[in-house]
Each structure stands twice: as C-alpha cells, then as structure tokens.
C-alpha cells in the first residue's frame, strides 16, 4: 500500500516519541510506501505564537528566554533521539541554523514592535521544519534511505490568506506527483512538514490551526495513496473527549460526514478541512495512537459499516461567543442576515452557528471567542444606524454543544431527548440549531455548564 503517515505533536514530543515514531515508519515500510509528515513537538506551535505576542510587545528578556528553552528542546530530542554521533552532528548544525533563522525572524518584529500575518506564518513554520529534521536523523539510523522537505518544497501550493490558507489542488496535485513522486519511484522515504506551504510567490504560508492533518490528506490526494494514518494520542474518534467524559469509547468507524461534523466541533483538535481532499477521492483516513499501535484504531470511510447508534458523539467547544442582533424592524425586511454574514466573512470570521427567531426579530450567531471583539466592532459599524438593528448583545462565557451522528436522521424525538437530559441537570439553553442535514444538533450552554452537559447525554445515549 501506499500510505501517508502524520504524527502529531505528542507522537513527537520528545526524543523518546521521535525515535519510537521512526520506528513505527520502519516498520511499515516493510511492504508498504510511506510518506511521512511531522507536526511541530508538542507545545512548539504555541510557544512560537507566543514568542511572536512577546516580541510584537517588546519583551526583550521574555523573548530570549523563549528562545533559548526552545532551543534547549530542540538539542534535547536530538540527543534523546539519535545515537550515531555522526548523523547527531548533522542534525545539531541543521537545528543550530534554523535556530538562527529563527532569532533573526523574531529580532525584527522586536524592532519593529509589529507582526504581520505573512512574518507570523513564518516564524511558526519553524516548529515543523525543527522536528522534520530530527525524524530525518532517527530514519537515517535505522538504515532508511530518506530526505526532508518543506511543505513548499514538497509542492504545496496555497493562496496567501495567510494563518488560514486553502491550497491550490490542481497544481499541488501536479507539482507534489512531480517532487514527491519522483523521490518514491527511487525508494526514497519522503519526511514533509505538515501545517506549512508557499502561495504561488514561494512565501512560507500556514494551514490553519492543526493543518498536519490536512497536509496528510493533501499529500495523499496528490499522490492517489491508498490511505492516511492520523498517529496521535489516542486510539481513535472518541463518543466524547476523553478528558470530559472519563468511560468516552472509542468509535470503530465513522463516515466522512460524521468526522467532518466532528472536526468541526473539534473532536481530536482534527484540521475541519482534512477531511475534503480523502473524501473527494474516496481514501480511507484512520486515527491510530503512537502510544498503542496495536489498537486498530478509528476508520474514517465513504460508507462505513452500518450501525445501530443514533448519536454517535458529544462534542464540546469551549472557546466560543455569542451575538445577538435584535430589532423590532428588521421583521419581514430581508436582507439583515446577509449583511451580517458578509461584514464578518470580509473579515475572515467564521461563524459556527446562527439561528434566527421566527418573528425575525431577533438573529443570534456563534462564533470563536477570540475574534469577538473585532466582530462587534465590525458589526456596530455596519449595522447600528442603519435603523434595522436596535441593539447588538454578546456574551463570551458560553461553550457549544454538538451531538453528531449519521443515525438522527429522519429517528423522531432525537432532539427531545437530547434537550430532556440536558433539561433535567438544570441547565438552561441559550440557543439551539440544527443543520438541514440532520447530521447534528448544537446548542449552547453557560461556560460553567459544558461539562456537564456532555456527560448528561453522553450517558443518555449510553455511549
Ligand atoms: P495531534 O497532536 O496528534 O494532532 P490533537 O491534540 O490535535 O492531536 O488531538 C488529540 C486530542 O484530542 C486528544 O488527546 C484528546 O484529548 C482530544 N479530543 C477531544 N475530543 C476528542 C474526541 N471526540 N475523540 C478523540 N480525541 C478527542
Ligand atoms: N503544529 C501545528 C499546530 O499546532 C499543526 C498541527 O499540529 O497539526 O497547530
Ligand atoms: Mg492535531
């Protein structure tokens, strides 16, 4: 087989888990293809966004001191994961460069007290151009004749919506056969970098949040592989997070729908749009865990085997806000939604939720908590005075609850009882919506309620 394999941050968090990966890799590499893509070590990522927060504050003495414990890290895993003195002497002056490249990046924005989107994107790639090198020397001393690339090397090629870009498939599709494919056809291991590529000028772009895994399925794409392998930390898709709910079982198989649904409501902090190259070309994606890679782990497929579950997760966001629009004249004047939804997809904001009275006086929205403040700005500006909107309203202490699964379709009284067990914990329901797909029912809860929403219908279902 042909198979795309991600490892995750905590599969690499230190030289234990690098070398214990590469091991994995070798493994499979017995009668199969692999092409391997690394996240940044655990905590990597933010610790660089953090250092760019520092920086762009003008924190001197914080910077360097992140800097050195991020370097300290690096030199660590290298030491923990490699044996041969010669491949860790190589390893060492390629981390020692990127190392440098890295300080000089941060010193500027210092300088300059500001950040832009495309410097940010470019000091955060570094989290996966450090770990892709220490997988190369890990594969390199257990006799495996592989090279590391960059996502843009290995021919990503996205937009420059910087922090969030969507890739270029057709010509990735190309470039990747070219690049990749060629390096496969010698029987050469190919190491990518998940989460980062190059718009069409080369400039070092970024996947969004999480976008290893979308790097995984991206390659995967391109290179027709048979399947992709998510390695985590986890043995798999979860009825809930493991951390909320104590006996969350694992899932076997689920269908595209249902993990995209998933993934949204961000279940195993999975990339939301992963999952869109495998399904369009039909390619089994699992979730398997580094720490248990005897366990088969969870399926994501076209049609998976059918199952007599109607809910099939809880899913918690915790990191959410809510918006209400209200205004007696804005009742039977179309058009109050969309100028909503537009003034916040002009400013890139995306919106979870949104549910509308029946008397339409009343229009509420979900969306991540962190872009709330830009959000009202935008709003009040676009819409007080415009003599349709009375008043705009916002809470940030609540938490959305999605429950997903292919078997509510068309089963009656999903969501009374959904609601009846939420109901009879004593919390009280914000908002409610549901997609026309039936896939999902979300609402939101009060922040301190969340968890207990969850487990009230996680053990309703009994999952
Ligand atoms: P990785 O670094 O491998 O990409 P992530 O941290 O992105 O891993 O995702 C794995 C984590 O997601 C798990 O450790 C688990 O705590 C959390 N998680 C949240 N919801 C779920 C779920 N429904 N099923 C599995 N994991 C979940
Ligand atoms: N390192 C990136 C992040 O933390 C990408 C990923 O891990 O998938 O978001
Ligand atoms: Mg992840």
Redesign the pocket.
Known sequence: MRLVMKF????LGDGGRIKNAAKLVKEYLENNEVIVVC?AM?GVTDTLFALIDKASRGRVRDVEITLSNLSDKHYRAVDDALNDELIKNDVKSIVKELIEDLRRAVLSILYLREATPRSRDYVVSFGERLSTRIMWGALTELGTTCKYLDGGDAGIITDSNFGEASPLMEISKLEVKRRVGSLLDRGITPIITGYIAVNEEGVITTLGR?G??YTATILGYCLDADEVW?????D????????IVKD?KVLSTVSFNEAIE?AIF?????HPRALEPAMKSNMKVRIRNTFNPSHQGTLISLKPEKSDMIVK?V?LVKDAAMISVRGASMVGRPGTVAKILETLARENINVMMISQSVSESSVSIVIKRDVLTKALNKLETALLGTGLVEDIESEDDVNVIAVVGEGMKGTPGVASRVFGAVAKKGINIRMIAQGSSELNISFVVREEDGYEAVRAIHEEYKL
């Open positions: 995750g941050g905590t599969s996240s655990a999480g290893s895994d998510l390695w985590s930390d986890v798999g898709l979860m009825t809930a997070d493991p951390r969350a998933m961000g279940a195993k902090g999975l997760a899913l």
